[in-house]
Nanobody
């Protein structure tokens, strides 16, 4: 079994910072892309940031220059450093990863349970 567990959400005032973490565990051979998504009430889930196993990154336009995605040394953990937070960043943030459990790569998409981020004005 594979698990993704997020942590680090909470309540913060506008202009503040939060750091989200997501750790992958279980029977894992390799992890390709890791991503952060978010879903605000009444809105569709949207991609916030992504990072490859080679540390290539991309960001939604709405968070460029404010959020930074990174991976731990073991490449099984992904972080999202969120600075200059705005009320419109309020959402449930989900970790997503493409994970292979076999030596011959067969990647499947896994999701964490989500962590709430609330930014007050």
């Amino acid at each position: 079994q594979v698990q993704l567990v997020e942590s680090g959400g909470g309540l913060v005032q506008a202009g503040g910072s939060l750091r989200l973490s997501c750790a992958a565990s279980g029977s894992i051979f390799s992890i390709n892309v890791m991503r952060w998504y978010r879903q605000a009430p009444g809105k569709q889930r949207e991609l916030v940031a992504a990072i490859t196993d080679g540390d290539n990154t991309n960001y939604a336009d709405s968070v460029k220059g404010r959020f930074t995605i990174s991976r731990g040394n073991a490449k099984s953990t992904v972080f999202l450093q969120m600075n200059s937070l705005k009320p419109e960043d309020t959402a449930v943030y989900y970790c997503n990863a493409d994970i292979s459990q076999t030596v011959r790569p067969m990647y499947y998409s896994y999701w964490g349970q989500g962590t709430q981020v609330t930014v007050s004005s």
